[in-house]
C-alpha cells in the first residue's frame, strides 16, 4: 500500500480529498499543526511547515505528497521546507495545488504561490503542479462578506471563472494515481464572471436586495486584470459545475 503524506486535509479541498484518497488504497498520514487521534485508517502527524518543525519526521517514509495546505502568507515557505524534506528522503512524487494567475498578478499572495511552484521544481523531487482558479466556495465567502453592506463594490475590471472544489479534488486524486507530469493543464470553471454578476447571483439565491456600485482597481493590479492575467481562456481543462450550480445546492 502506497503511503501519502497530505497537507491542508482538513480544509475545503482536504475533505473532498481524502475520501477518494481512502477509496483509492492509498495509506493516508495527515499532516497537522495540531494532535489529532489516528481514526479510519488515517495517521495524524504533527508539524508546523512555515515554522519547518516536524517536517522531516512527517515526510519520513512517504512515496507521495499531496500538498493542499496553504493561507494567504508563507506559502513559498511552507512549501520550500516541505520541498526539502522531501529530496531528503527520497519521495517519488510531489503532487501541488496552485493557483491560476501564479507568476503574473502582482499581488502577495499570486507571488507566493508561483514561488512555492519553484521550491518545489528546484528541489529534483518529481512534481505534478495544478493551477486551478477559485473555487465556488471562495466565491460564496466573498460575495456573503460584501453584501454585508447596503452599497457593494464591484470592482468591473476583475473577472473570475470559478470552479467546483469537488471537481479540482477528483482532479487531483487522478493526479496523484499518475506518474509525474509536470506543469499540467489548468483546471477552471465553465463561465467567466465579472464580480458584480458573482454578487447579483448570490444575492437573488438569497433573496436580497443591495445597491452595486461601480468601483476601479488602480495601478499594477487594475492593469493586470484588465489583461486578463488571472484567467485562463484557453488550453484549460474546464470543469462542469457553474456558479449557478453551486449556489443551487448551497443557499
Known sequence: MTTILLTGGTG????????????????????????????????FVTGDLLAGTGVEAAVD??????????????????????ADAAAKAGVQHIVYIGVVGAGKLPIGYFRAKFAA???????????????AAQFHDLALKTAQAMAKSPIV???????????????????????????????????????????????????????KRRLLLPVPVPGKVGRAYRAKENLTLAGATVGKLTWENFLAEQV
Open 61 to 82: 517514509g512517504a512515496e507521495i505528497i499531496l500538498h493542499l495546505a496553504g493561507g494567504p502568507k508563507g506559502d513559498d515557505i511552507a512549501t520550500r521546507h516541505l
Open 153 to 207: 463594490p464591484a470592482p468591473g475590471v476583475i473577472l473570475w471563472q470559478p470552479v467546483d472544489s469537488r471537481e479540482v479534488a477528483a482532479r487531483l486524486v487522478e493526479l496523484t494515481r499518475g506518474a509525474p507530469a509536470g506543469l499540467v493543464a489548468d483546471l477552471v470553471g465553465p463561465t467567466v464572471y465579472t464580480m458584480a454578476e458573482l454578487i447579483r447571483g448570490y444575492l437573488k439565491a438569497e433573496g
Open 117 to 131: 511552484e519553484q521550491a518545489i521544481i528546484e528541489s529534483g523531487v518529481p512534481y505534478t503542479i495544478l493551477r
Open 12 to 43: 475545503t479541498l482536504g475533505r473532498h480529498v481524502t475520501p477518494l484518497l481512502v477509496e483509492a488504497g492509498f495509506k493516508i498520514r495527515m499532516l497537522s499543526r495540531n494532535a489529532h487521534e489516528s481514526s479510519d485508517g488515517i495517521e
